[in-house]
């Protein structure tokens, strides 16, 4: 079993997710902040990015696994995996830069959202093929 579409992304999200994890950890040493966010509002902010990221990420690159495996075109692979890596970045940028809602978090989710049910039907529908 070949799967280069989902490897591509999931390396590149693993990246992503590694520079995020390392800023919460650089914000821990800094603030001395061992656990939590000691009350840092913008720290709670870089955690929350970091959590995210880890909440929606892996249910839907197992979905863009799944689907590579059940050979559904690669076009629409390559546009869930780019929607899901742009709106990942797109929402942990908003999150860490801004207080509340910013474009970047609704264009993050909504690029996360789009990925996700894109993928999730695809899976569904590979029952009809």
Known sequence: MHTPITAF???LLGILFLYLSVLVIKGRFSKKIPLGNGGDHHF????RAHGNFSEYTPIVLILLF???VNLSP???LHL???ALLSGRFLH???LRRHSGSSWQR???MLLTFASLIILSVM???VLYR
């Open 92 to 94: 942990a940028f908003g």
């Open 123 to 125: 899976n569904i529908l």
């Open 106 to 108: 609704i264009s993050g």
């Open 9 to 11: 992304y999931a390396g």
């Open 74 to 76: 690669p076009i629409i």
């Open 80 to 82: 869930a995996g780019t």
């Open 66 to 68: 799944v689907a590579e």
């Open 44 to 47: 709670q902010q870089v955690i």
